[in-house]
């Protein structure tokens, strides 16, 4: 186990230069930060003045070669834009982002988890369809839809929530329902499958048959689904971290990563971009890794080393 | 008059390299095996599961890469040979496998089944081929429009060998090709498997795990476990005079007909045989099991010892030939 | 079991939701405002004032700084910590100080004071966004404690007014804390002193008491970047902010019904208008009669009554009207599609296609779609392209972008200023229209010493452009604002900067 | 196949909305009222026509322009199903050979495959589009081509997983035995061995890919400014869903309804091809 994980360490480092690189490229082929920096009128001079200051006169293979270079020294750069240490700029969005996406994975488990296993054992009634059409419901809306019809009926029409913004746990609500219906949905619908296909087991007919308490065997076999469920479904937020918090965040003014990264590409903010990238890879190997190791745990059929033999 | 033999395999080897960390685990799933068939006889493999009998079996028809050791192919080597080489040697070498369920593309046709090999060898008259073949395998030639789940086991084994039939070849290998089936099948199989071999003069490696299906179809037999030879004799030699620890073990357990024999108690003796392959010493594999074991088994894996022309043993437990 | 927990987990959330449901703080005080809460479209880019390069940033870095000068709400200029101020000679401007003005932390504002703001923002080394507006001057001169030579490197017109934006900051703090520091923590002269800044979410300010035009009435001064416009209504609508910009017209109508809130919608600097691309190799593009004929197919005003419902003002040759030198004689291009195809014939159009670009996310899609419609009309091929925001300004700066392109630009306070923002001149970055009989028109203009002949050359000048017609003139913009009814006195800026200084409660 | 849709009421209202949105998508023309151009700006921002200030020539109202929204809906179709049919193409093709090739495989060419896979995986997709779209220009073409391109990226792994499941198979040790070359193994018997899950992702990404391109309009990067879909009237009319509600509210409908329809017909696809649902 210990020397799988190291590997995959290993081979995660390589993923996140590779990255790394793509991001470092595509950006600057993808336009200039003087633009955004210099106000309209600006001279030559002093677009000049600018490129030289910021390094951008030297080749781009140059210029990686100082960036990997501060990288190894922990110097992530500095924003163009706010004009400071990358690092700041990022640590004060990521507690508001991480709140988000916690959040929002807590509502997925309190909607997605009961919704589906419910939906499974009332199998075929009308209370299943209704399950059922929600979770698609969910999956089918545009992400940015679904959180402006939320801020229109809970926030202005009914006045539960406030419409935007950080503070209190009021204002956490809307905010994650938005992030989590995807996965909510998701979970539903994984979860309803895996538990009908369990339930369909021989095992379970005869052990319900010989008049084992249903419920026993169904609580035992819903959480080890929803546990497999819930891992499934944090691999797919986590790959759609920085989407869905880019819409989110700017539907709902949440001052987190997504709208840090959408204003830093708006503004060219090389440094910043390439920041969160290597932090949003990083999260997505790591949590990868993570699910991989629980899965394994938790079925152990699963093997992490797949054999040369044969 | 000698015959010559069609198959000749000398010391053949198969190591499986298991990585484990940092650690390389060496696992030999055959071990310097030899021995020799002649054209128009059955060799019959035998062993548990997991004796690497089928790997021996694969290795000979160059199914796994990196074999070493030498397998002559009517007097010319098959070992390491080239794309094309392989391609034209898959001609004279044709494999029927142990599950008939599995072993056919359920997506395609009994007919594509049995005219793919002619295809990719690009033989003329495909569709009168197939239709011979199929007759010869005793199955009506509507079945050629069939899928495989359409088709009971015994009629598929009998499309697996009939694919194995299209090209002619000179070496057929029946891997536990009877096992998963019901013993009447079985019957009706093994009867087609020998009528073949009479009317088209064919020659086979049989591996199984059945001994009784073994009387029936082999003349000579080799006993395998984990990846060494440990007797080898005529088939009447093997199952009546039994000599290795090993292949008593296996005879005594006859009566069980169709099922493995799980003698194994694993545990403690796995981990002295793991143990032993660790260190690279090259004692014998049987030794945990053996009822007449020595010290010197866990150190060198013995010579060959001749009972007969035709029946050799490997053992260090038997002194002389009176004991038996 | 299943079916309780489920209800339970629903109960939770609504609780949850429901439970610490805060009411609005009551004000309380006769005059005062204990907190006031302005939603901005996005974040300022930054606190120290050397680098609010953006309307958004000036305006909250406005309510804590102060410069020698400011724009009166109708574009005015006027002295701010200058008392007077004067040309004494062609280089030279002279500004009289305001005395007994102090930072929020006490320190003295003085000549030195003025000197030490205007060399750190000529210090290029230091990287300010807004150094590059300033490169005209040359150096100060320290007369006494309270007067102050500013000695340009060209004869210009425009210095006082173009002060407004180079806020005075407090020399003896930054020395010893240094300017990162500063940049957290900034001090300045205004009504507001800073309290905190926590990036997209909020910049708060406090009541400085001591504002040296008398204390203000609100106490407490929250910014909020809401960049969703519907989100941004949204929150005005519930109360949780109490004044929001940027409101699309088409949210207006319904906005002025609501009881209450306030709608403020006024003329801005900011003008709309599609340029032709006049660097490139195209000969149509180079052909005055086909610059022309496009001037006359689109109908500026049913776009000004019908998109903008009336939230717009034409402008005949670019300028504003509030501008030095404008030119009230010139009459906009008319709607005339006869006259308009009479001159496509003219200009010997032969069906070819153009391009007209706009950048992505711009709200002025609408318009530019009526106005391709409009030119379509006359038998023009034209096609609306959305192109990135910076690669669209790489393009025209590198003048490869499309045959027409619109653009939208505001934050000028002459018409110098203006023209140089939108790129009509040689020196211009973003310029698509070389003339150096225009240029030296120009310097000309902008240099000359009496009053008159300056705003001749201007109207020369205007002359010249509505006859060349370098792009096609649209509209003045209005900007729309609406506030909570319970707050009044509130003065919209055509600079679009957001003064709170004489906000009142409502009776 | 055709019997076992009618039997099954869900299965029926899927493929009849997705018949529906094909003959918008071909027959737009005849079918729209108006050209999805066509501007009315004296009659903008109607609302539909059975609100009292509707009006009966456009039937579920007038935009920002005065286009008529039922005729843009109908136009929308056609982009958005071209993104998600041509897109979920390329995905499938992609995914297919990459997934094909390193599950076939397996060893050094898997693990390189792989780790190029994890790198793009690892890479925020959106900012993918966001930096190509911004460098190539919005244009239908290039969104398929980047969508698909992410898409099938994601696909080459669970294929890769398919193949290595089929791959276990005797079958294709068999075919190897006959002398069958790699080649025609993977496109001969595994390929059609996991055309089944196939069929199944392709409608699953086909939803998917609509809700992209809504989610890219967003963004602002969607399409052409004058080419209608339905992500970019629902991005466009979300300033005026508060006093224009119809506006955002139809194109979001026509998204909803058809993804949910091709999310259905998926899932009766699955049913239809899972043997054990065929007995039961």
Known sequence: MFHYILKRLLQSLIVLLGVLVIVFFTLRLSGNPIDVLLPPGASEEMVEIYTEQLGLDKSLVAQFGIYLKNIFQGDFGTSYYYKEAVTGVIFERLPATIQLTLFSFLFTLIIGIPAGVYSALKSGKASDYIVRIFALIGQCMPVFWAGLLLIIVFAVQLNLFPTQGTGSFRHLVLPSITLGLYSAATTVRLLRSSMLEVLSKDYIQVATSKGLSKRKIVWKHAFKNAVTAILTVLGIQVAGLLAGSMIVETVFSWPGIGRLVVQSINNRDFAVVQAVVILIASIYVVINLLVDILYSIINPRVRLMKGSSK | MTVHPILEVSDVKKYFVMKNGLKKDVIKAVDRISFSLEAGKTLGIVGESGSGKSTLGRAIVQLLHDIEGEVLLNGKSIIGLKRKELQKLREDIQVVFQDPYASLDPKQKIKKIIAEPLKIHKKPDREKSIHEIIELVGLPVEFLERYPHELSGGQRQRIGIARALALSPSLILFDEAVSALDVSVQAQIINLIKKLQNQLKLTYLFITHDLSVLRQVADEVIVIYRGKLVEKGKVEEIIDQPVHPYTKLLVSAIPEIGKPIVLDEAGEEEKVINQMFEEGEDGCPFYSRCEIRKSICLKKFPEISKLSETHDYYCHGISNKKEI | MLKKFLIFAFVCMFLIGCSSNESDAEKTGSDEIESFTFALPIDTQAIEPFNGTSTTS???????????????????????????????????????????????????????????????????????????????????????????????????????????YLSMVPKEYIEENGDEYFAENPIGTGPFKFQEYAKDAHVKYERYDDYFKGKVNIKE???????????????????????????????????????????????????????????????????????????????????IENLLEGNGETIPAIFLSHFNGYNSGIEPYAYDVEKAKELLEESGYDGESLELAIAANTKQLPVVEAVADMIREIGVNVEVVQKENVLMREEVAAGTISDLYFFNIGGAYNSSELMSRIGFGSVQRYSTFFNSEMDELRVAANSEMDEEKSEQLWQDYQNNIYDIAPAIFLYQEYASNVLSSAYTNYTPRGDELILLEDIEKNE | MIRQIVKNKVALFSVLVLIL?????????????????????????????????????????????????????????????????????????????????????????????????????????????????????????????????????????????????????????????????????????????????????????MANLILLESALSFLGLGVPAEVPTWGKMLAEARTLIISNPWNAIFPGLAITITVLGINLFGDWLRDYFDPKYVEK
């Open chain 3, 58 to 164: 000036a305006t909250v870095i406005y309510q804590m700084f102060n410069a020698l000068t400011r724009t009166s709400p109708e574009g005015e200029v006027q002295g701010d910590l200058a008392e007077s101020f004067e040309r004494i000679d062609e280089l030279t401007w002279q500004f009289k100080l305001r005395e007994n003005v102090a930072f929020h932390n006490g320190e003295e504002f003085n000549a030195e004071t003025v000197k030490y703001s205007v060399e750190r923002m000529l210090d290029t080394s230091k990287q300010f966004g807004l150094t590059s507006d300033y490169l005209f001057i040359d150096s100060v001169e320290i007369v006494d404690d309270y007067t102050v030579n500013i000695i340009t490197k060209e004869p210009n017109n425009g210095t006082p007014l173009s002060l407004i």
């Open chain 3, 221 to 303: 001064l929250t910014f909020k970047p809401i960049p969703e416009e519907s989100s941004r209504i949204a929150a005005l609508e519930s109360g949780e902010v109490d004044l929001i910009t940027d409101v699309s017209i088409n949210q207006l109508n319904r906005l002025e019904q609501a009881e209450n809130l306030v709608v403020e919608s006024f003329p801005t600097t900011r003008v709309s208008y599609i340029g032709f691309n006049m660097r490139k190799d195209s000969e149509l593009i180079q052909n005055e009669s086909f610059r022309k004929a496009l001037n006359y197919a689109v109908n500026v005003d049913s776009i």
């Open chain 4, 21 to 205: 949105v094909v003959l918008f998508a071909v027959f737009a023309e005849f079918i729209a009222p108006y050209s999805p151009e066509d501007q009315h700006i004296e009659s903008k921002l109607l609302p539909p026509v059975w609100d009292e200030n509707g009006n009966s020539s456009f039937i579920l109202g007038s935009d920002e322009l005065g286009r008529d929204v039922l005729s843009r809906i109908i136009h929308g179709s056609r982009v958005s199903l071209i993104v998600s049919l041509f897109g979920t193409l390329l995905a499938l093709i992609i995914g297919t050979v990459i997934g094909a090739i390193s599950g076939y495989y397996g060893g050094k060419v898997d693990a390189i495959l792989m780790r190029l896979v994890d790198i793009v995986l690892a890479f925020p997709f959106i900012l993918l589009a966001i930096f190509v779209i911004a460098i190539t220009g919005p244009s239908v073409f290039n969104i398929i081509i980047v969508a698909g391109f992410a898409t099938g990226v994601n696909l080459a792994r669970v294929i890769r997983g398919e193949v290595l499941h089929v791959k276990e198979n005797d079958f294709i040790e068999a075919t190897h035995s006959i002398g069958a070359n790699n080649f025609r193994i993977i496109v001969l018997h595994i390929l059609p061995n996991i055309a089944n899950v196939l069929i199944v992702i392709a409608t699953l990404e």
